[in-house]
């Protein structure tokens, strides 16, 4: 995501349709589909988007069209980095190889207990 987006508060519909490249009809789709998405509504009824949904937007942006997820398959994958349930760790190793890393990482850490308890007593 290349995109960037100005140090404001607030965003009306045009803007975050001309940062996220995304027209105002679909946006207001995404808030039907995506709980992430939720700009406040001003006095005159008018969207107000923060930063943080214009980010939700350019992540949902690149899964629909870039990773070619269906609506559903990005809400399951944005609820799953939400929850942490999921959540997959790239080290840039083979699966394999990252099991043996997290077993390695998990030993160290039940070593580092180990010396802490006999501290304790």
Do not use: C
């Not at 207001?28 to 700009?39: G, I, M, T």
């Not at 349930?85 to 083979?94: A, V």
């Amino acid at each position: 995501m290349t995109e960037q987006i100005p140090d404001k508060l607030y965003f009306k519909i045009g803007e975050v349709a001309k940062i996220t490249g995304v027209k105002p009809h679909v946006l207001r789709y995404w808030e039907s589909e995506f709980k992430v998405v939720r700009p406040i509504k001003s006095k005159s009824n008018q969207r107000l988007y923060r930063k943080k949904d214009v980010e939700a937007i350019l992540k949902i942006k690149n899964m629909l069209y870039n990773e070619r997820y269906t609506i559903a398959g990005a809400k399951r994958r944005l609820k799953q980095n939400v929850s942490g349930r999921g959540r997959q760790l790239d080290l840039g190793l083979g699966r394999q190889a990252t099991q043996s890393f997290l077993d390695k990482v998990a030993n160290e850490l039940e070593g580092i207990l180990e010396v802490v308890e006999e501290q304790d007593q």
